[in-house]
Structure formats: structure tokens, C-alpha cells
């Protein structure tokens, strides 16, 4: 006990000392962010309210129109809408893929050899070294030599497509939580008089679910945002939510409804990542 | 030896199932990088090195690094230069200057330091076209009060501003391990500020820098989104200069060679480095 404060007192004598010595090092990263990060969020706040053009320097009024066009009005019937239920359907789609094929892989990793478990991490990993484009464009010519690169099979391509892109991001996080997991709790479940099933059920799973909803966020929020795959592999037919910001940006005028486009987006992605922070509350199996 | 249950059957369908839906794209671009043909029914005939000599093969009158002319494999060329020079200038950058922000975060007390991750954590969460949105949102900006137009600079830029969250993400937990003392020691033994810094906290770092350094190399490299945003028109990286040529209709075969080139030294690195780990491990047990 004794010993343990001394530790703990001790870390802080170390912490506050240095304090002083080089916490200047983070004023260049406080103005850096700010720069490039908290100026553009207020640029795009300011774009998303007012109908202000840069490259005509227009005057600034200050507007709710652009929403107005997004949520209400033959546009958002014909296109937002109808975009956003597509988005959430292939996202949702993917990731239920992803899950289904990518959990007993990691179940599977965790009952094979340190050494095997590390070989087959490593396969997972490498296909990032391969550019992402050319993935894309290389499944494009692989539904041609299927022959399903025509229009009825489009959504379906693109859900294949993107399940090749983000399996790994699925695998990864629940393979770190299983791998952590206490193999004396199940062996107990054992003892207690569970089945396999119901052992799995009980312990295995819930104790998973970490890694389960940190896999499920890389999977869902990527292929919600992406456009690249959509645009490759439909010839830019099919629209995603991706492809609604993806287009605005040339133009005139583009940026505004860009800016309404990357705000919705934004709450999206901080709903999701306060579901992780919900069930994982250190972090630890987010990248 | 334990006999094989029907589990273990139906979990290596999966493990295969997995695999053959990931590296089904890279097998084929194996195969276009090694077919002479361009024709689909042809994939897999008519074997050929040409494409691999065809990007060491160079006519240095059209190398010109403001790619203006597409589908042709010199400037193909000009575009792996390209993604070459800005790679490896942002993963020196971005490693620096993400290494001694960690070390700043990590002299913080735990409030400010919290808000600090916070700030730092967003660029990774948020998806890759918002975060090119917002950059060129503030390269708009500056071309519009500086004049800065977009291009190799503005990318560059970029690139290590998405690739330093990474490097302190990395490099953060390693300072938590050290010992707080080693600072002080040094600074007691008589170093600078900055010779403390460079001698007693960076070499006890190291694991966390490369992991860092190779972090930021790997996004660099294979970024396309936040390029696409930030690059203007005339300059090219990898990535962005396929997806220009598949708008074009026609991907001259060099692309798929290089990308073998790069898949394979990046697999012999990664897989040797294991083999090596492994073998330092089994010998550390043996010396045990």
C-alpha cells in the first residue's frame, strides 16, 4: 500500500517537473490544428449558412436555403433521400457481410498457433500496400469477366466490392479482443455446465462485443462515406452519399450544399463513434 | 496430433472464404501486370516482362513533374516520382513533428491532455472525404487571400496533416512506458532542453517512432481521397492519376507492374521482419 503511493507520488513529482521542461513542444500542434482543422470546420459552418461563393467573392447573406434544398424541396425527394436509404442499405449490407465471414475468422485465429495467428495478421494487413484505386478498378474487370458488369448487378458489385475493402477492418479489431480474452472464464463456463453453444453465447460473445462494435464502426462508417467504389464500379450511376460531396466540389456554388453534405456526414460519424465509446470506454480496439 | 472436428473444417472455409474475396483483386493484378494483352478474354495469355521494363525505360524530354498529359506511361512515370517525393518528405516531416508533439502531450497534465487526443483523434475518425472537404476548404482560403494555388505543396501539406495523428498515436503509449526520471537525469547531468530531449527520451522511443514512421508511410502512399481534394489539376499522385486514366477509359498496363513491384517489397519486408522477430524470441527462450 505504502509502496504503491510512494509509486503513484512519485510519477507525479516526474510528471509535474516536466511540465515546465517541454509541454512549449504543443503550442506549434495547438496552432497547427487550429489552422487546419477548427478554421476549415468554422469555414464549412459558415458555407452551410450563407450562399457565399470564393471564387466569385460574393456577399455574404446569411441563408437557410441550402438546407432547405438538401431536406425539402424536388431534390432532396428525387436525390438526397432516396441516396441516404441506398448509403445506409449497401453500408448495412457490408458490414452484416463483414461480420458474418469476418467473426469466426478471428474465432478461428485465436485457436491457432502465436505463430500462424501472426502470418495470417500479417495477410490481412498487406493488401493495404496495394493501391486502392486499382483494387476497385481490378474488381470492375472481374464482374466483366463474370459478366455481371451491367446495370442490374451494380448495387451488387458495389457491396462485393466494398466487403473485399473492409473485411480486414473487421477481422483486426475483434481478433485484438478475443485474443485478450481469459481463456480460464470459459473453461469455467465449462465447469459451471455449459455447452460449447451456450458458452459461446453467454461468455464468448458478450465479452467480444468490444471489438464487435469497433469492427462494425470501420466497417459501416467507410462504406457510408465512401464514393471511389460506387464511382468505379457503376460507371458514377449508382449514387452514394459519398458521391453527393464527391460532385460538389466543382461548380459554382457547389460548396455550399457540399458543406450541408459534409456536416450531415460529420454527425453520422460522431453518432458512431460515441456508440464505440459507449461499449469500449478506453479505445482500445479503435485502429 | 488432435483429430479434426467439423468445426475446424467449416472455420477454414471461412479463413479461405476471407482470402479469396481480399486478394482476389490483387491476384488479378498480378496477371494484368504479366499479360501482354489488353483484352479481357486474354488475361493470363501471352507472358511478358514488358510493362516492368517499360517503367525502367526512361525518356527523360516528357518526364515533367506537373503531369499534363494522361495515359501515357511517362506520365505514369512523373506520377510515381511524384508519389515518391511527397511519401517520403511527408513521412520525415510528420514523424518529427509528431514525435515531439507526443512528447508535449505527454508533459500535459491529464485534462489538457485528454482535450489535446481529442483534437488529435478527430482527423482519424473523420472519414476521408470530409477531412479532404475541410483541407480544401482552407486551400481555397489561402488561394484566395495568398494566392496559394493548389498542387505538389498543398498535397504535401496534406499529407502530413493526416499522417501526424497517426505518429502520436503511436508514439504516445511508448512515452507513458519510459521512466519520468530519465528527463531529469539528463538534464541534471548537464544537457540542454533539447539535448535531453534528443538523448535521454528518443533513443527509449524508437519502437514507437518506426511504427509511427511506417504508419504515416503507408497512408501517404496509398491515399486518394484527400489527394483527389487537395491536388488542383496538374499534379498527380498514383492514385489520383488511375482514377483520372479510368475516367479516360484506358489504364495503361504499367500501373498494375508497378504495384506488384511495390506489394512485393512491401511483403518481403513485413514477412522477414516476423521471421526475424520470431527467431529473436525463440533464441531469447533458448537463452532462458
Known amino acids: 500500500m505504502n509502496d504503491s503511493s510512494a509509486q503513484v507520488l512519485n510519477k507525479n513529482v516526474g510528471r509535474t517537473k516536466k511540465l515546465k521542461s517541454t509541454t512549449s513542444f504543443v503550442i506549434p500542434y495547438i496552432v497547427w490544428m487550429a489552422l487546419f482543422l477548427v478554421v476549415p470546420m468554422g469555414v464549412l459552418v459558415f458555407l452551410a449558412i450563407t450562399t457565399y461563393d470564393f471564387s466569385a467573392n460574393s456577399e455574404v447573406h446569411f441563408t437557410l436555403s441550402n438546407w432547405d434544398y438538401v431536406f425539402n424541396s424536388s431534390y432532396a425527394v428525387n436525390v438526397f433521400w432516396p441516396c441516404v436509404l441506398r448509403s445506409f442499405y449497401v453500408s448495412f449490407i457490408v458490414t452484416v457481410i463483414c461480420l458474418l465471414i469476418g467473426y469466426p475468422v478471428a474465432f478461428f485465429m485465436t485457436k491457432i498457433k502465436p505463430k500462424y495467428r501472426a502470418l495470417i495478421m500479417i495477410f490481412l494487413s498487406l493488401p493495404l500496400w496495394c493501391n486502392q484505386v486499382l483494387r476497385i478498378v481490378s474488381w470492375r474487370t472481374i464482374f466483366e469477366i463474370l459478366g455481371t458488369n451491367y446495370n442490374e448487378y451494380y448495387l451488387l458489385n458495389i457491396i462485393i466490392a466494398m466487403v473485399s475493402m473492409y473485411m480486414p477492418f473487421m477481422i483486426l479489431p475483434i481478433f485484438t479482443v478475443l485474443e485478450k480474452l481469459d481463456y480460464r472464464i470459459i473453461e469455467a463456463s465449462y465447469d459451471l455446465g455449459c455447452s460449447k453453444l451456450q458458452s459461446f453465447l453467454k461468455v464468448t460473445l458478450p465479452l467480444s462485443l468490444g471489438g464487435i462494435v469497433s469492427g462494425v464502426i470501420m466497417t459501416f462508417l467507410p462504406s457510408l462515406t465512401s464514393f471511389e467504389v460506387s464511382d468505379a464500379i457503376s460507371y458514377n450511376t449508382v449514387l452514394l452519399l459519398g458521391n453527393l460531396i464527391h460532385a460538389r466540389f466543382h461548380g459554382t456554388g457547389g460548396y455550399n450544399i457540399g458543406s450541408v453534405f459534409s456536416i450531415i456526414t460529420i454527425v453520422f460519424t460522431v453518432v458512431g463513434f460515441i456508440l464505440v465509446l459507449k461499449v469500449d470506454k478506453e479505445g482500445e480496439t479503435l485502429i | ?288
Open chain 2, 1 to 288: 496430433m488432435k483429430k479434426k472436428t467439423v468445426m475446424d473444417y467449416i472455420s477454414i472455409i471461412f479463413v479461405v472464404l476471407a482470402f479469396v474475396i481480399i486478394y482476389a483483386p490483387i491476384i488479378l493484378i498480378f496477371m494484368m501486370s504479366f499479360t501482354s494483352t489488353y483484352s479481357l478474354s486474354e488475361v493470363g495469355e501471352g507472358f511478358t516482362f514488358k510493362w516492368y521494363q517499360s517503367l525502367f525505360t526512361t525518356n527523360y524530354e516528357s518526364l515533367n513533374i506537373a503531369t499534363k498529359y494522361i495515359a501515357n506511361t511517362d506520365s505514369l512515370k512523373a506520377a510515381i516520382l511524384n508519389t515518391f517525393f511527397i511519401t517520403i518528405l511527408s513521412t520525415i516531416i510528420s514523424t518529427f513533428l509528431g514525435t515531439m508533439f507526443s512528447i508535449g502531450i505527454h508533459a500535459l497534465n491529464k485534462k489538457r491532455r485528454t482535450t489535446l487526443m481529442v483534437l488529435n483523434n478527430m482527423p482519424v475518425v473523420n472519414p476521408d472525404i470530409v477531412t479532404g472537404f475541410l483541407l480544401l476548404l482552407i486551400f481555397v482560403l489561402f488561394q484566395t487571400l495568398f494566392g496559394l494555388e493548389r498542387g505538389w505543396f498543398t498535397v504535401l501539406l496534406a499529407h502530413i496533416f493526416f499522417s501526424i495523428p497517426y505518429v502520436v498515436l503511436s508514439v504516445l503509449p511508448r512515452l507513458n512506458q519510459i521512466d519520468p526520471n530519465t528527463y531529469e537525469a539528463a538534464r541534471d547531468l548537464g544537457c540542454t532542453r533539447l539535448g535531453a530531449v534528443f538523448k535521454a527520451i528518443i533513443p527509449s522511443i524508437t519502437t514507437g517512432i518506426v511504427s509511427g514512421a511506417m504508419f504515416a508511410f503507408t497512408m501517404s502512399i496509398d491515399d486518394f481521397v484527400i489527394t483527389m481534394f487537395v491536388s488542383g489539376t496538374e499534379f498527380y499522385n498514383v492514385s489520383t492519376w488511375i482514377d483520372s486514366a479510368m475516367r479516360r477509359g484506358f489504364i495503361p498496363k504499367g500501373v498494375y507492374a508497378y504495384n506488384v513491384i511495390i506489394f512485393l517489397i512491401a511483403s518481403a519486408i513485413v514477412l522477414s521482419n516476423n521471421y526475424l522477430q520470431s527467431r529473436k524470441a525463440r533464441k531469447f527462450k533458448e537463452a532462458v
